[in-house]
C-alpha cells in the first residue's frame, strides 16, 4: 500500500505550481503589453519616421475663479516626429470639458491646440480637474492636461444671521451685517426688502435697515474680497411683543448702473438696473414684556403656539393663558385684530387676579370649528405660520402678536 502524501507536501507542490503558472502569465502579459512609466510607454527602439507628440506643459493654475465665472486654457502638442500625428479627444472629469482641438492632424513640425474650459462652481475650495488627449504617438498614446486652482464665493456675509436677543418694548439696538464680495468693480446697493414670516413683504415699521460701502481698511483685512458692503439693522421702539422673523434681501450690482451683477450663480432678480445678485440675511427676535403667554401648546424656547395638524371633520379647542404683571395689570384687557387662518376663532375670557392682585391672568379660547376649509401654516418657507394678532389696553404693548403653527386637513 502506497503512502498518502501529507496535506503539508500538497500544500508546498501546489503553491510552488501557482508561482511557475502564475510567473508565466505574467510574463507573456509583459511581452504582449507594453510597460507604461507615467504618460509614456515603453515600446524600445522607436523609428524616426514614426510621429512624436511634445508638450511643453501638462498643468496650468487658473488661481482664484469667483463662483460662476467660466476661465479656459491653451496647451500646445507639437508633432517632432517624421510622420503625421493624430489627435483624438478623449476622457475627461466631470466638470471639465474640452472646448477646442483645432485640428485632428498634425503635419511634422507643426503644432495642434488643446483648449480646456471650465466653470467655477461651489461655495470655495480648492479644484482639480483633468482631460485626456489620444495620440497616434507609439510612445505617447495619451497626454493628460490637468487645470487647478480656487474657487471664490460670489460673496460672502458676516455674521450669516443676525439675532436680536433679550429685546424689551423700549430696546434700541443696532446690528451691523457686512456683506464681502469678489466682483471685478465695486458694489452697489439697488434693493433692500424685508421678507416677513407671514409672507409680507412691507418693511416693518420697528425695524430699520441701512446700507453703505465699507472703508477699504475692512475689505483688506478679508481674504481675496474686492469689495464690501455694511448692512446696519436698527430696531426702532415702541416693539411689538412676541417673536418676529423674516428675511432681509440685498440686492447688489458690482460695475456701472446697468451692467448687472458680477459672476452669475447667486440668486437673482430684477432690479432698477437689470439683474441683481440677491444677498438673503434671515433676521429674527422676540420682544418681553409686562405681558407672558402660558398654556397648552406654547412653545416658550420658539415663542409660539403650536396646535399641529386638525382633522377639518373634528375641529380643535384648546385654551392658553395671558398673563400681565406691573402697575398696569389691574386695566389689562385685549382685543382680537387679526386671525390667520381665517377660519381660527378666538375668544376673550375674563381677567382674574392672581395672588395679591399684583398679576392678572386672562384666557384666550382658540378653536377650529369643525368643517373648516384646508389651509397650511405649519411655518415652513412655502407655509408660513398663522398669527394671532392682539390689541391690547397696556402701555409697554399696544399691540401684541403670537405665532401659531397650524394645518386644517380633511
Known sequence: MKPTPSSLAVACVAAVAGIVVGGGIAVSESLLRPLRVGGFVDVGDVPESAPRAEVKETRFDFGGLGSG????????ITNTGGSPLTLEKGATSCTCTISGLDRSEVPPGESATVTLEWTAKGGGGAFRQQATILTSDPRRPEVAFVVEGRVIPTFEVVPPRVVFS??????????????????DEPPRVESLR???EGGGDAEPG?????????????????AEATGGLNINLTTRPPLPLGPFRGVLEVGYVCGEPGEGAAGGTAAEGETASGRATIVEIPVEGSVRGEIAVAGSGWDSGRQLLSIGSVASARGFRGRIFLTARGA??????????????????????EPAAVGSGSVVRLPLTISIPPGSPPCNHLGT??????????????PDAPTMTIPVRIAVGP
Open 328 to 349: 398696569a395689570a389691574d386695566e389689562f384687557s385685549v382685543e382680537v385684530e387679526e386671525l390667520v387662518p381665517s377660519c381660527m376663532v378666538v375668544e376673550v375670557g
Open 166 to 183: 433679550k429685546l424689551a418694548v423700549a430696546s434700541e439696538e443696532s446690528v451691523p451685517v457686512r456683506i464681502f464680495t469678489h466682483g
Open 69 to 76: 465665472q467660466s476661465q479656459s486654457h491653451r496647451f500646445t
Open 194 to 196: 424685508w421678507r416677513g
Open 206 to 222: 420697528f425695524l430699520g435697515f441701512e446700507a453703505a460701502e465699507l472703508p477699504a481698511g475692512e475689505i483688506e483685512g478679508h
Open 381 to 394: 418657507k412655502l407655509a408660513p405660520a398663522g398669527r394671532i394678532v392682539l390689541r391690547t389696553q397696556h
